[in-house]
């Protein structure tokens, strides 16, 4: 019911032509006020708190579908920020949060969140500092865009008495843990419009008198992307619906390095099957792989994830491998 509400919103509101104006730097003001007017900020607040009382199982879906549409702005950050605050009210009613699960300290004693996600078109970022939460307007920070064409992430910094401390309901790591299964869910949606796109183009373009993809040599590629896109939205599923309330730590991690893993190879196999008409601006191919290669860095890539999954596993008391598969995702 509520993936249905928010895609009904997304298919008249945020076009392929609206997800480029807001890259090029128009404002996502329209957008999100589409989402906080139906209430869709508040999905997964308490119900006797005037919210959805949607479960993580349920919001799955809505990331997948912020991920399949390119949607420009945090949308699946700032709706998940009510489930990680110990008080709602500390939250600023309609802002668009982005999460930075850990802070640095410039030179000057003051705060720092490299290659933020989505910085560009927030209004506040939830950040952690050890197991501190701080609540930093984007306003009060200096933005520094990423220089990549089209990305809303951008490095922040700000001075030292800039935002305030809020009470926490999850620890450190539970944070950064969320954080990257987000972006896992918006690779698993991403991953699955860049295989619709790319299957649709092999049996619509010809060569040599047939379609490509009756070629053998293209088949085996498709067949190798939907393993993978396959994969990646099963282990995102499964760590969505994990857990007690928040999803476990260790499916979250499964999640980001399966996730991770797959959306390069998914990017280059839809680029190769593509050829030259993938890359150009006007078609919306680019809106979906662009995004694959920097959510699959965004809190994490696969090569660190897959050590924490390492760590966890050798913490764990499980004999072997399978016991502790089976142990995450019960």
């Known amino acids: ?134 609540l930093l307007p984007t306003a009060d920070g200096h933005v520094t865009p990423s220089g990549i064409h089209g990305s809303l992430a951008a490095t922040l910094r700000w001075p030292r008495t800039a935002g305030r401390r809020i009470a926490s309901a999850v620890s450190g790591e539970q944070f950064q843990a969320l954080a990257a299964l987000l972006h896992a869910g918006l690779l698993a949606g991403a991953m699955k419009r860049t295989f619709d796109l790319t299957m649709a183009y092999a049996n619509e373009r010809s060569q040599f008198g047939k379609r490509i993809g009756k070629f053998q040599a293209i088949q085996h590629q498709l067949s190798v992307m939907a393993e993978h896109v396959a994969a990646g939205r099963m282990a995102a599923e499964a760590a969505f619906a994990s857990g007690v309330g928040l999803p476990g730590i260790a499916a979250c991690a499964v999640a980001k390095a399966r996730t991770s893993e797959a959306a390069q190879l998914v990017a280059s196999i839809a680029h190769a099957v593509h050829g030259a008409i993938g890359i150009t601006e006007e078609y919306d191919l680019q809106l979906s792989t662009r995004r694959l290669h920097e959510w699959r860095l965004a809190h994490g890539s696969e090569a660190w994830w897959h050590r924490r999954v390492g760590e966890l596993f050798i913490e764990s008391e499980a004999p072997i491998a399978a016991d502790f598969v089976r142990s995450i995702f019960s």
Do not use: K, N
């Open 1 to 134: 019911m509520f993936a249905e509400a928010i895609e009904s919103i997304i298919t008249q509101q945020c076009a392929p032509a609206t997800v480029r104006a807001i890259e090029g730097g128009a404002s996502p003001q329209p957008l999100a006020a589409a989402f906080d007017d139906a209430g869709f900020h508040e999905l997964l607040a308490p119900e006797d708190q005037g919210g959805g009382g949607a479960s993580w199982r349920e919001f799955f879906d809505v990331v997948l579908l912020c991920g399949a549409y390119s949607v420009p702005l945090p949308l699946p950050q700032t709706i998940a920020a009510r489930s990680l605050v110990a008080d709602l009210q500390a939250l600023p009613r309609g802002g668009l949060l982005t999460l930075a699960p850990a802070l640095g300290e410039t030179e000057d004693g003051g705060f720092e969140a490299l290659h933020l996600p989505f910085a560009r078109v927030s209004s506040h970022v939830l950040a952690m500092q050890s197991d501190a939460m701080l």
